[in-house]
């Protein structure tokens, strides 16, 4: 579902005249702020795909994955009654929760690995028509100026879009994106490690990742809130900022610092694009380290 939703924006956004969303973005104007990226952006087939990996879809797929398979780690079988049953075998806790990381860390890889997947065969794939008018370059004497004059009707030429977008731009994000879900799948599993009910545990971590929303809108709704942003993950996870970031040079989108003389209103961290997924990757691995000290320690309940 990942591949052909990634496919299908990228056909859907082929159909539209981008430029022609100007003035729908102008009124959209007071809200910039809440973009990691300027509005104009999205006037751009790079920006506008940029954006998938915002899509509530694509976000909603991997929470979902995360979420429900780190909560059944540990309260999932305690509630089930059968975690009791697997530990009297012969076979290590540490050993059962490497087996869960396994299954769960691949899973993601291979979601994230569908979206960059769809993004890149809708690239392939897709057309887009631009408007060439012919002009003619006249220079004004004694004025260092040249006008373009239109010397011919505008033709429509229907173009490969991977002639304006390469589909590599988009490594980093989708790098960033797994980053995003192995971070939601270690505090699922830490949660999931001390609790008994998995009901509880999913309630925990909804109400986490709700909190660190709200956190990351009040930082970019004033000014005296933005330290705010310092507080919830969700400031390290900016694959459009990657994108618009990495748009004239694309070794900038693995970069793992930027210097200061490089920073930009869009890109003002310290920490470079492979910084941040490189951050989500290892708090969401200090979590399952946390989780796995804890549960080779704790008593496990009898099942109701």
Known sequence: MIFVFCWARVWIVCQFDLQQLQPLLEQLRPFERFSPVPLTQLLTYRGSLAMTFHEPVLV?????WAIARGSDVV???????TLEMLLAQPIARGKLLACH?????????????LAWLGLYVGIRSNTIVERQTPTLQLSLPFVPLTLPLPVGPTTEMRLPLANS???AIYLAPSLNLFGFGVFVWGLSVLCSSVDRYRWRTLGIVIGCYVVQLLLFLLSKATSATAFCGYLTFLSAYQPDAMVYFADNSPDRAWWLSVPQEWATAS??????P?????????LGSSFF???AFWF???DIPAPL
Do not use: K, Q, Y
């Open 60 to 64: 909603l797929c991997i929470l979902v």
């Open 165 to 167: 977008v390469d589909p």
């Open 75 to 81: 309260s999932g079988e305690i509630n089930r009654g």
């Open 296 to 298: 080779r320690r704790r």
């Open 101 to 113: 990381a396994a299954v769960c860390v691949s899973g993601l890889a291979a979601l994230c690995g």
């Open 289 to 291: 380290m946390g989780a």
């Open 267 to 272: 890109w003002p961290h310290r920490l470079g």
């Open 274 to 282: 492979l910084g941040m997924t490189f951050l989500l990757l290892a």
